[in-house]
């Protein structure tokens, strides 16, 4: 892939700004920053469009003790086998466990089966994390 380069025009200020987050996250320099910053940009684009088919993670933590919770969790999961990748399952302690679970669908549907996991009584957190196929990213 051909690279270009261009001049970008910044206020000192934010140009400070820049050079602090690139430092604070290790950036070896501005141009890796600011290609991290427009491919954020153009996944958080995927995934407030409705048509494009988007790939998430879930985190969920929850007390397995809790009544029914497990086969609940499983019971949502089989109804959506055909965007639930995975899951991986650790046994935290002796009562929690911590799941990450890959969906893959339209950003609706990933978000609706998140929010049913994470809003399930017993269910002390859950993080739905945005990912990308990176089919158009560099
Ligand atoms: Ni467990």
């Known amino acids: ?5 261009f001049g970008v025009s910044m206020d000192d200020e934010l140009l400070a700004r820049l050079d602090l987050h690139a430092r604070r996250k290790k ?6 920053a600011i ?3 427009v491919r ?3 996944v958080e684009e995927e995934w407030s469009s409705a048509k494009k088919e988007v790939i998430g993670v879930l985190v969920i933590v929850y007390d397995h ?3 029914e919770l497990s086969s609940r969790l499983l019971n ?3 109804g959506h086998h055909g965007e639930i990748v995975t899951t ?6 002796h009562d929690t466990c911590l799941e990450a679970k890959v969906i893959r669908g339209k950003p609706g549907a990933v978000r609706h089966i998140a929010d049913e996991l994470i809003s399930m009584k017993g269910v002390k ?10 089919k158009r990213l560099r």
């Open 27 to 32: 950036y070896p320099n501005r141009s890796e």
């Open 88 to 93: 991986l399952h650790l046994h935290l302690d």
């Open 65 to 67: 003790r809790m009544r």
């Open 76 to 78: 949502v999961e089989h």
């Open 1 to 5: 892939m051909k690279t270009t380069r």
């Open 35 to 37: 290609r991290d910053l």
């Open 125 to 134: 957190y859950g993080r739905l994390i945005p990912a990308t196929a990176g």
């Open 40 to 42: 954020g940009a153009l």
